[in-house]
């Protein structure tokens, strides 16, 4: 589902460099790693957002990238959840239809005439989620969406997470919370200085790195 080889890109003071990525479809993956260590970088190189300056990705199927700018339009909350849809060339009212249940899901069914901007930052990180989520995307790739979100709600999202990966979708999830991280990966990646350190199942992992560096981030060692 998603191949990376020899992918470098590089920025003034930072370059991110790794060397292979083979991800079979219907995994899920989180990564994690320190600030800076280019988890985001990688995540937008994967969604094509941004050229490798070197090495190449592929991604097979459709992916969606959800970002942590939670970004909304000038409309109400239910023109927004549609909007991807609507991109798509899905008719206004039925994309409509389509992401009411969705909306109803993360707990904003009581919101939808109300503009969008008005929401709260985790109502809008609810809203963004729902918008890549109607589009039924091949690759989900997840830049911190549990960010600024109450226990209940995060628990909320993860579960609807879950129950995306259970229908056959590909996940990358990018997170700080290291819990998260185990709870809900197969697979994940540590990242540090632009370098993937390790790459494995999540369990052994963190309970048995095998890199020092790994050990350390994971045991909440200081690592930059």
Do not use: C
């Not at 020092?212 to 690592?223: I, L, P």
Request: charged residues 25%.
């Amino acid at each position: 589902m998603i191949r990376a080889a020899g992918l470098v890109r590089r920025y003034p003071g930072f370059e991110l460099a790794v060397d292979k990525i083979e991800l079979p479809p219907g995994r899920f993956v989180t990564v994690i790693g320190p600030s800076g260590a280019g988890k985001s970088t990688l995540l937008r190189l994967l969604a094509g957002l941004e050229p490798p300056d070197d090495g190449g990705v592929e991604v097979r199927g459709r992916a969606v990238f959800l970002d942590q700018d939670r970004t909304v339009l000038e409309r109400s909350v239910l023109a927004n959840a549609a909007f991807g849809l609507q991109l798509r060339g899905v008719h206004r009212k039925e994309a409509a239809r389509r992401v009411k249940p969705w909306l109803e899901r993360v707990g904003l069914a009581g919101k939808l005439n109300q503009p969008a901007q008005s929401l709260s930052g985790g109502e809008r990180a609810r809203l963004a989620l729902v918008r890549a989520l109607a589009t039924e995307p091949d690759v989900l790739l997840l830049d911190e969406p549990a960010q600024a979100l109450d226990p209940a709600n995060v628990a909320l999202v993860e579960d609807i997470l879950r129950e995306v990966h259970s229908r056959g979708r590909t996940l990358v999830l990018v997170t700080h919370n290291l819990y998260q991280a185990r709870r809900l990966g197969e697979e994940t990646w540590f990242l540090l200085g632009g370098r993937l350190v390790e790459a494995g199942a999540s369990e052994q992992l963190f309970t048995d790195p095998q890199r020092e560096q790994t050990r350390a981030y994971v045991a909440g060692e200081m690592v930059y």
